[in-house]
Nanobody, 116 residues
Framework: QVQFVESGGGLVPPGGSLRLSCAAS????????MGWYRQTPGNQRELVAR???????NYEDSVKGRFTISRDNAKNTVYLQMVNLQPEDTAVYYC??????????WGQGTQVTVSS
């Protein structure tokens, strides 16, 4: 079974930056599209960025131009570089495959809080 460990979250002021990491163990995920999701209290997780095994990426409109997803297949790790963070980006961030039908068990996530 796959396990995800997300890290890199924290408290930053508006306009700040963070780089999230998601290390996967249990099996290679190099053949999967991978995604970063975020969730706020009372809401469902939403997919904000996804990346193919070859590096093609897609973004949810609200994060386009500010978030960059990348991956290192040799390390079985996915990253999310976030710049110009805004209060509405505050959420718990998770990684997983990009489709619910292929999702593995969720990790604990990493909290991102954007506040002055």
């Amino acid at each position: 079974q796959v396990q995800f460990v997300e890290s890199g979250g924290g408290l930053v002021p508006p306009g700040g930056s963070l780089r999230l990491s998601c290390a996967a163990s249990g099996q290679s995920l190099s053949s999967y599209w991978m995604g970063w999701y975020r969730q706020t209290p009372g809401n469902q997780r939403e997919l904000v960025a996804r990346i193919s095994n070859g590096g093609t990426s897609n973004y949810e409109d609200s994060v386009k131009g500010r978030f960059t997803i990348s991956r290192d297949n040799a390390k079985n790790t996915v990253y999310l570089q976030m710049v110009n963070l805004q209060p509405e980006d505050t959420a718990v961030y998770y990684c997983n495959t990009d489709r619910r039908s292929t999702n593995f068990d969720w990790g604990q996530g990493t909290q991102v809080t954007v506040s002055s």
